[in-house]
């Protein structure tokens, strides 16, 4: 079953904007991550965020979280053509025996 | 970083034939791997998590008979698909996490298995 929901589910911009998706989950959790996929390949991990933290910055990546509306954004500045992608949400528990469940995603189109 | 390796990266195989796909881990220990299916365009759907030693656990709407699943060791996981039918063509992605560390919950994706059935 699927977690949550990203939105937008498809956002095309140009380079040099910032690009904001947003996802929703519906259940506790103990941390929230976000993962990157590219057309036909697997899943790059790009950020992690636990539960008792509200904002995470790595690089041109922010990622807040909302537990009381149980929400999470991941704004990436200053896109580049190559950040072509699409993103995906996934909440997950401190254990590596349970999977993570993944949102729908956002496709992410930046124009050169 | 931890890499986990799938092999093989696509496949095309007639139907009725049977399909075994690898996940490897290849430098940590996974005493579990979770199998998923993408659909173009859509999000990723777990199938299974499988277990080394016992026996894989299976979502519901999955049929066990048809992805079977075996963890023969703490860095191999394999899924057959059996007796491989068109619906079945997908995108197949493998996935572990190091079930050491207790804080480190990262989880790392093999590069997928693109199987067409024709």
């Known amino acids: 079953s699927q977690q949550g929901e990203e939105d937008p589910q498809a956002l095309s911009i140009q380079e040099g904007e910032n690009a904001t998706m947003n996802c929703s989950y519906k259940?506790?959790?103990?941390?929230l991550q976000w993962y990157r996929q590219n057309s036909g390949r697997g899943l790059v991990h790009l950020i992690l965020?636990?539960?008792?933290?509200r904002e995470k910055h790595s690089g041109r990546l922010r990622v807040t979280l909302d537990t009381s509306k149980k929400s999470s954004s991941l704004l990436i500045t200053a896109s580049r053509a190559a950040d072509t992608a699409s993103y995906f949400c996934?909440?997950?528990?401190?254990?590596?025996?349970?999977?993570?469940?993944f949102g729908k995603g956002t496709r992410l189109s930046v124009i050169a | 970083g931890a890499v986990v390796s799938q092999h093989p990266s696509w496949v095309i195989c007639k139907s009725g034939t049977s399909v075994k796909i690898e996940c490897r881990s290849l430098?940590?220990?996974?005493?579990?791997m979770f199998w998923y299916r993408q659909f173009p365009k859509q999000s990723l759907m777990l199938m299974a998590t499988?277990?080394?030693?016992?026996?894989?656990?299976?979502e519901q709407g999955v049929e066990k008979d048809k992805f079977l699943i075996n963890h023969a060791s703490l860095t191999l996981s394999t899924l057959t698909v059996t007796s491989a039918h068109p619906e079945d063509s997908s995108f197949y992605i493998c996935?572990?996490?190091?079930?050491?560390?207790?804080?480190?919950?990262?989880?790392?994706f093999g590069q997928g298995t693109r199987l067409t059935v024709v």
């Open positions: 499988s277990n080394e030693g016992s026996k894989a656990t299976y």
């Open positions: 996935s572990a996490r190091d079930s050491r560390g207790q804080w480190n919950t990262e989880a790392f």
């Open positions: 259940t506790s959790i103990n941390n």
């Open positions: 996934a909440t997950g528990s401190n254990s590596g025996n349970t999977p993570l469940v």
């Open positions: 965020i636990r539960s008792n933290e």
């Open positions: 430098d940590f220990q996974a005493t579990t």
